[in-house]
Nanobody, 122 residues
Framework: VQLQASGGGLVQAGGPLRLSCANSGFSRHTMGWFRQAPGKEREFVAAINWTGAYIFYGDSVKGRFTISRDNAKNTVSLEMNSLQPEDTAVYHC??????????????????WGQGTQVTVSS
């Protein structure tokens, strides 16, 4: 099993960025994204169940971020729009046996991937 996040970088406030997570062996898992800013706890961003039918977002990103998955390609994506400096963080993809709503509790994450840095300049 493997989780590998990519797509991070430096972007100006208001701009978009798309993150991808290559995941091998997780086609029946809920997949999610979390982020962690310096000095802060890891924060839930979004999660999607294995069929793509159930999605849950953190309040701070609702309406701006979109999570999707392509099980044929073993990828999970996070489309981020209207980025703000407070979105600056290391973004981690994650896999869980639990549903998208439950995965807000990071203790229910079974696997973590390495993070990718997102920096939003003002």
């Amino acid at each position: 099993v493997q989780l590998q996040a990519s797509g991070g970088g430096l972007v100006q406030a208001g701009g978009p960025l798309r993150l991808s997570c290559a995941n091998s062996g997780f086609s029946r898992h809920t997949m999610g994204w979390f982020r962690q800013a310096p000095g802060k706890e890891r924060e839930f961003v979004a999660a999607i169940n294995w069929t793509g039918a159930y999605i849950f977002y953190g309040d701070s990103v609702k309406g701006r971020f979109t999570i999707s998955r392509d099980n044929a390609k073993n990828t999970v994506s996070l489309e981020m729009n209207s980025l703000q400096p407070e979105d600056t963080a290391v973004y981690h993809c994650a896999a869980s046996r639990f549903g998208p709503r439950s995965v807000r509790d990071r203790s229910l994450v079974d696997y973590w991937g390495q993070g990718t840095q997102v920096t939003v300049s003002s």
